[in-house]
T-cell receptor, first 115, second 110 residues
């Protein structure tokens, strides 16, 4: 087990609603990244948090936002849900902010379905 | 490197055979090459990685080779087993922003 835990595991929301997904990073890891994985595709980088600050963002609209807490856990918030937001949302933690060559430890993901 | 192309997109082998997946990168400055395995219903997991100062690295049935001149690196799985069936990725980018392609779906037929 990687030690990264995500909740909930599955979620069904209605178009237009808002959702919050949660991630607890592996012990000792201060960096958390979020990815969206559509069916049959590779994960796509949403953003990363390092020591409670956003530290890089992918090509996602502002309705995707996040937080990191002092204990390094993190939340991903998505407003005004669209059908295309249906995907597996993955959280990954790593031990050193800014380090380019370390393993990223992924959680099992949250399967979000928007209807 | 930032842009990485992976082949093949699907691979079916018989149990016990070897499997090889190849990735080609474009950035000459790249010096870290990880391989991730994603089983159904799980998040990706690092299975092996290599740095540019090494040409080959092995871990039991898994090996990665790096050809810096040709800018490609390959994952080799020997004596494949049904539990090797998964999607394999060779993401570009860096740990703080991994760039995944669509991966290689490996099916090991018993």
């Amino acid at each position: 087990e990687t030690g990264v835990t995500q909740s909930p595991t599955h979620l069904i929301k209605t178009r237009g609603q808002q959702v919050t997904l949660r991630c607890s990073s592996q012990s000792g890891h201060n960096t958390v990244s979020w990815y969206q994985q559509a069916l049959g595709q590779g994960p796509q980088f949403i953003f990363q948090y390092y020591r409670e600050e956003e530290n890089g963002r992918g090509n996602f609209p502002p309705r995707f936002s996040g937080l990191q807490f002092p204990n390094y856990s993190s939340e991903l918030n998505v407003n005004a849900l669209e059908l295309d937001d249906s995907a597996l949302y993955l959280c990954a933690s790593s031990p050193f902010g800014g380090a380019l060559e370390t393993e990223a430890f992924f959680g099992q993901g949250t399967r979000l379905t928007v209807v | 490197g930032e842009n990485v192309e992976q082949h093949p997109s699907t691979l079916s082998v018989q149990e016990g055979d070897s499997a090889v997946i190849k990735c080609t990168y474009s950035d000459s400055a790249s010096n870290y090459f990880p391989w991730y395995k994603q089983e159904l219903g799980k998040g990706p997991q690092l299975i092996i990685d290599i740095r540019s100062n090494v040409g080959e690295k092995k871990d039991q049935r898994i090996a990665v080779t790096l050809n810096k001149t040709a800018k490609h690196f390959s994952l080799h799985i020997t004596e494949t087993q049904p539990e090797d069936s998964a999607v394999y990725f060779c993401p570009g980018g860096a740990t703080n922003k991994l760039i995944f392609g669509t991966g290689t779906l490996l099916a090991v037929q018993p």
